[in-house]
């Protein structure tokens, strides 16, 4: 079992930059190689992917107006997916969730395995 704990959510102004951590707690006892990502839920809108990131194909963005302002990294050595939020605007406001595949991992998160409890970011105008 992977357990993934999201941290670093909050409110901001537009303009504002947040850093979200996604910790990975590897239950299973043996070394894993996965894919992973965050997603994203705003208040009455279904779930949408922000970026991904593969060890060996890197990271990938979701959208152009994303690539932008975002940026995912990841720490091998501390086990913990980063999302570095630049610039951010009301319409980012949303539950971030990060996410683990067995497999590359994909925007549309259909081969995510694991999810996290969500971190709240929330930008006024």
């Known amino acids: 079992q992977v357990q993934l704990v999201e941290s670093g959510g909050g409110s901001v102004q537009a303009g504002g930059s947040l850093k979200l951590a996604c910790a990975v707690i590897?239950?299973?006892?043996?070394?894993?190689?996965?894919?992973w990502g965050w997603f994203r839920q705003a208040p009455g809108k279904g779930r949408e992917g922000v970026a991904v990131m593969d060890t060996d194909l890197g990271p990938a963005y979701c959208a152009d107006s994303l690539k932008d302002r975002f940026t995912i990294s990841q720490d091998n050595a501390k086990n913990t997916l980063y999302l570095q939020m630049n610039n951010l605007k009301p319409d980012d406001t949303a539950m971030y969730y990060c996410a683990a595949s067995p497999i590359v991992a994909t925007c549309s998160g259909s081969s995510i395995a694991h999810w996290g409890q969500g971190t709240q970011v929330t930008v006024s105008s």
């Open positions: 590897n239950h299973t006892g043996r070394r894993i190689n996965m894919g």
